[in-house]
């Protein structure tokens, strides 16, 4: 038997008339041409016109005189050898008829042509697919190109017909059904550029709507979910409704999902179905569902979104703040957003935005409620005005222990008396958490730093640090407990317990992301003070450049650390750029308790540069605030060393005698201000041209136990400086260097992250051995470089002019220079050789 073209005419036009892939006609036509028929699958998705195809293939075979059985159930299935069986939607099949078909195509007495979905779930379908390929390749439909379509339409296509297929093309995603369907609405006019394809759209979507309504539930729910937002319904592991969804004809493979079909499930969208997709956590974009809603607010959408961000505040405050932004579109509660929108946006660092939203809710009628007072508070803390957090609980009176925990840190900063007895109608804490312990903690501790008779402060503090950090609140208050902590250590001249307390509050993301540049901020002073710029560098270098804007008291901060860094390590030509920069932090910040460190930094900078008049009316307000508080002297002592260095900076004994006294009052009451009274009167000798080496070594070594070694290495060099004995000026000059190490010795520092940067540049050791020059004479080199004298390159590296001129003569004889132009110029070049070596370190010194 064959089955020729002139035999299927009655077929033929029926088959023409459906859109098929080019490749899938090709194998019809030869299919047509075979002497006999052979096992055929025609394998297409839900609409893509498998049935047609067999229909025709049955006709064919009919009017080539062929008895095709078309088999619906097992009592059809023919007994007799050499039959024909034709079987559409076999996947609908059970296993038993299935192998029945399986056992007589293996045994040569049936042939079978069957019809089927793509990836069957039933195994005795795929093996019986599987043997029926053996045959012949099967014929695929389900998925057209334009290249289809177009030859399909038979004639050349003008531009504008292309462009119109390409139009319809991109809307159906070249899905078999839809795409003959929009032909089908677009009819014969192809196509004159005037085709009412928002008509064909809305057609498509009621069709693409009742297909959808005809799914089994799950399937409909996820199909839909899948349009609204792919992303998470691929999260939600809908593997297996990816593959029903293009079995059905509405997905591609692998989930994607097409254009119109997104438009149709967009468009027909209730808040009820959006609600029950967003419980399921099929549907999670926050800009998806306030896009659906299109306007419409439903409170459940709202809260749902709500509680979502409040699940996300901790662990991804932007997420949170999306979401809240669509719980506020989709109709939530004026009173229920404020304070959340507030979280949000403190917790990725935009101080005003939050202190926007928390001052929308101190403008209601009702009460605020402690935790929008602690925002308050918080914000005009990071704003640089702490005063004014503390009006905040003033005005609003805090109720619970943990927010007047608050108060006190605001108040006591600032110089307002003790709010403690103030009146409340809160009842106590009676369960303690360690977020209530931490306040206690810091409470009592930060009250003690205040009393010259406690001395337990210290350890309180660093227990209200660890337990904060435990508690895991990332809520906002005006000071961390950690840089409290730090800074009473810092006042104790404890520096190493301020670097452990901040180290160990950095490694447990103390107070949430919000915290991260300002904890880091204070490392990077406490490296300034030890002695260790590279970690200073690398923590001041990631704040800086982790995109994230900097609060006005941060910013005070971290130009303390960038000038305290130049000052100590720089050249001098370099401190006076930086003080340009660096006041106009000054001006935008009010001083409080917590920044008299950075100000001594500013005014010993000031001072240095000759403009300390730009810091002396914020060094009176300093004084102000310390007499406000009764003059403690924990807080005091290194305010009044700073004043007391400016002062031998600008060569005022009228000033340093002040200050020098103010140390002396205080060092009853304070270890660290009798040991830097003791200082003051050794400086205060050197400076009158009094040299006594063993107490001006005495006094440089007892002000770098205490966290200043780069004073004490500055009193050993004064005394060098006025000494004229050699032996003095040797012994002097080594403790300076001694106490001012070289960085070059250090192992190299890898810079912490906010979130993530890699690691700071450090010199390699076992390079530096291979160079020209020593690194003592580098340092040599680059100073001669810059015209230094012999005086001035002795004062900037702690040696002798005597010294420094020996350095040079060897210099000379090791690279061979004949003059002093040609000393220059391999100097140049020999700098130059060790600056392309990954060994390369500027070191700048002062």
């Known amino acids: 038997m064959s089955i020729s073209k002139t035999t ?14 080019r490749g899938a006609r090709a194998l019809l036509d030869a299919y047509t041409d075979t002497p006999a028929p052979l096992p055929l699958a025609v394998i297409g998705t839900a609409g893509s016109g498998k049935s047609r195809v067999l229909r025709h293939v049955f006709a064919a075979l009919r009017a080539a005189d062929a008895s095709p059985v078309v088999l619906t159930h097992a009592a059809d299935l023919p007994t007799d050898d050499g039959a024909i069986v034709l079987v559409d939607d076999a996947h609908l099949l059970d296993d038993a008829v299935l192998s029945q078909l399986s056992e007589r195509l293996h045994a040569g007495t049936a042939t079978v042509l069957l019809s089927t979905r793509p990836d069957p779930a039933s195994l005795v379908l795929r093996a019986l697919l599987d043997d029926i390929e053996r045959h012949q390749p099967p014929v695929l439909l389900g998925h057209v190109s334009v290249a289809d379509v177009l030859a399909h339409l038979g004639t050349a296509p003008s531009t504008a017909c292309r462009d119109c297929v390409s139009t319809l093309f991109t809307a159906t995603g070249g899905l078999a059904w839809l795409t003959a369907e929009a032909l089908a609405l677009h009819g014969d006019a192809f196509c004159d550029g ?18 959808i309504d005809s799914l089994e539930p799950s399937l409909r729910l996820a199909v839909e979910a899948l349009c609204l937002d792919e992303r998470s319904a691929l999260d939600a592991a809908l593997g297996a409704a990816c593959a029903a969804g293009y079995d059905a004809g509405l997905l591609q493979r692998g989930g994607r999902t097409v254009p119109v079909v997104r438009e149709a499930v967009r468009a027909r969208v209730t808040p009820d179905r959006l609600l029950a997709l967003y419980s399921a956590r099929m549907v999670k974009d926050a800009s998806s569902v306030q896009a659906l809603l299109g306007g419409v607010t439903d409170a459940r959408v709202a809260a749902a979104l709500l509680a979502d961000g409040d699940r996300e505040l901790s662990r991804d405050p932007r997420r949170a703040a ?24 403190w917790a990725v660092g935009d101080v005003d935005a939050a202190g926007a939203f928390v001052d929308a809710l101190l403008a209601a009628p009702d009460a605020p409620g402690d935790e929008a007072l602690d925002m308050a508070a918080a914000v005009w803390a990071m704003r640089g005005d702490i005063s004014l957090g503390a009006q905040v609980y003033a005005g609003g009176v805090p109720e619970t222990a943990e927010s007047r925990a608050k108060w006190l840190v605001a108040a006591v900063a600032s110089g307002h008396p003790d709010p403690a007895d103030a009146p409340v109608g809160a009842p106590a804490r009676s369960i303690p958490t360690a977020h209530g312990v931490s306040l206690d903690l810091l409470s009592r501790g930060l009250r003690s730093s205040l009393d010259a008779t406690e001395r337990d402060g210290l350890q309180d503090l660093v227990r209200a640090s660890e337990m904060y950090t435990a508690s895991g609140s990332d809520a906002p208050l005006p000071e961390l407990p950690a840089v409290i902590a730090a800074l009473v250590a810092l006042h ?19 107070g949430g992301p919000w915290a991260a540049p300002r904890l880091l901020l204070w490392r990077a002073w406490v490296a300034v003070q030890c002695e260790h710029a590279a970690e200073a560098e690398a923590a001041l270098r990631a ?15 971290a130009d303390a650390v960038e000038l305290g860094l130049v000052r100590r390590n720089g050249q001098p030509s370099e401190l006076p750029p930086v003080w340009q920069r660096a006041q106009q932090s000054l001006l935008r910040a009010q001083i409080d308790l917590f920044t008299l460190v950075p100000l001594g930094e500013f005014a010993v900078s000031a001072a240095k540069v000759g403009e300390f008049s730009a810091v002396r009316s914020q060094v009176e307000q300093a004084e ?10 924990l807080w005091a002592a290194s305010l009044q060393w700073s004043a007391l260095h400016a002062s031998i900076l600008l060569g005022s004994p009228e000033e340093l005698t002040v200050h020098a006294r103010a140390l002396r009052a205080a060092a009853e009451r304070s270890p660290l201000a009798a040991r830097l009274a003791r200082a003051g009167r050794v400086w205060t000798d050197v400076l009158t041209g009094v040299v006594d080496a063993d107490a001006i070594e005495e006094a440089a070594t007892g002000l770098a136990k205490c966290g200043f070694a780069w004073d004490g290495a500055r009193l050993a060099s004064h005394g060098a400086n ?22 070059r010795a250090e192992a190299p520092v890898a810079a912490p992250t906010i979130p993530e940067t890699g690691p700071v540049a450090m010199p390699s050791r076992s390079a530096e051995n291979h160079s020209a020059l020593s690194e003592r004479e580098r340092e040599v080199a680059a100073l001669v470089l810059q015209g230094k004298t012999y005086a001035e390159i002795g004062e900037a590296i702690f040696i002798s002019p005597r010294t420094a001129e020996h350095h040079i003569a060897r210099i000379r004889r090791r690279l061979g220079a004949t003059s002093r132009s040609d000393l220059m110029t391999r100097l140049r070049m020999a700098l130059d050789d060790d600056a392309r070596t990954p060994v390369a370190l500027t070191e700048r010194v002062g």
Do not use: N, W, Y
């Open 8 to 21: 299927t005419e009655a077929a033929h036009g029926d088959l023409e008339a459906l859109l098929l892939p």
């Open 543 to 557: 704040v800086t450049t982790s995109g994230r804007p900097l609060a006005a008291r941060d910013r005070l901060l």
């Open 194 to 211: 005037r085709c009412d394809r928002e008509e064909i759209t809305r057609s498509l979507h009621d069709m693409i709507s009742h297909r």
């Open 322 to 345: 999306e979401l809240f932004d669509a719980a506020d579109r989709a109709g939530a509660s004026p009173r229920d957003l404020p304070l959340r929108r507030a979280r949000a946006a």
């Open 722 to 743: 006025k000494s004229d004995d050699r032996r003095v000026i040797a012994r002097l000059l080594a403790c300076a260097r001694q106490l001012h190490p070289r960085e």
């Open 624 to 633: 102000r605030l310390l007499a406000d508080l009764g003059h403690p002297a």
């Open 492 to 510: 104790l001249g404890e520096a190493a317990v301020a670097q452990r307390v901040l180290d160990a509050a950095i490694d447990g993301a103390q």
